[in-house]
């Protein structure tokens, strides 16, 4: 898929970290998701530098406006990885890049020899299952792994 004019999309930077940690606050906010306390946010490109784990953010004129990363599933096998903090900023809604992120983080999944893709998403994210649904994702009836986000009650799994 093309990318939009104005728009790259490419890995995660020191740099990026606080503009990421925002972001992911700002959306986790309108979901009504309440405080974060997961302790990679602050440190995005750190936590994704570590063995098959990649964190990807689109810029848009400049200005970062969202990113998601795949990771092995806590408490999971070695053959699934985890979707995680797929987070995308209003403005950015509805221009394909949630598409992209998605594209380019299975791709990437893949590359690492994973099997099956799973994501744990708020069940006010409509939107966001809604992608899901159309790129092959399955509902689960109960979480995989550790979980992660309180309150979190939709789940799903996807083949490589």
Same mark, same amino acid.
């Given at each position: 898929?093309?990318?939009?004019?104005?728009?790259?999309?490419?890995?995660?930077?020191? %740099? *990026? *970290?606080?503009?990421?940690?925002?972001i992911?606050?700002?959306? &986790?906010?309108?979901? !009504?998701?309440?405080?974060?306390?997961?302790?990679?946010? *602050?440190? &995005?490109?750190?936590?994704?530098?570590l063995?098959?784990?990649? $964190?990807?953010?689109?810029?848009?004129? #400049?200005?970062l406006?969202?990113?998601?990363?795949?990771?092995?599933?806590?408490?999971?096998? *070695?053959?699934?990885?985890?979707?995680?903090?797929? $987070?995308?900023?209003?403005?950015?809604?509805?221009?394909?890049?949630?598409?992209?992120?998605?594209d380019?983080?299975?791709?990437?999944?893949? #590359?690492? !020899?994973?099997?099956?893709? $799973?994501?744990e998403?708020?069940?006010? &994210?409509?939107?966001?299952? %809604?992608?899901?649904?159309?790129?092959?994702?399955?509902?689960?009836?109960?979480? &995989? !792994? $550790?979980?992660?986000?309180r #309150?979190?009650?939709t789940?799903?799994?996807?083949?490589?």
């Amino acid at each position: 898929m093309a990318l939009p004019p104005g728009v790259v999309l490419r890995p995660i930077q020191a %740099r *990026d *970290d606080a503009a990421a940690a925002a972001i992911i606050r700002q959306v &986790m906010s309108e979901f !009504g998701a309440g405080a974060i306390s997961d302790p990679e946010v *602050d440190a &995005m490109q750190r936590a994704y530098s570590l063995p098959r784990s990649a $964190y990807f953010v689109v810029e848009r004129e #400049g200005r970062l406006g969202g990113g998601a990363g795949v990771g092995p599933l806590l408490g999971g096998t *070695d053959r699934i990885c985890e979707l995680r903090k797929f $987070y995308l900023l209003p403005s950015v809604r509805g221009l394909g890049l949630g598409q992209a992120l998605l594209d380019r983080c299975l791709l990437t999944a893949r #590359g690492f !020899g994973f099997d099956q893709c $799973y994501v744990e998403v708020l069940d006010r &994210m409509s939107e966001a299952q %809604r992608v899901l649904e159309a790129n092959s994702f399955q509902l689960l009836e109960a979480p &995989m !792994g $550790y979980g992660g986000l309180r #309150g979190v009650n939709t789940w799903y799994l996807r083949s490589l």
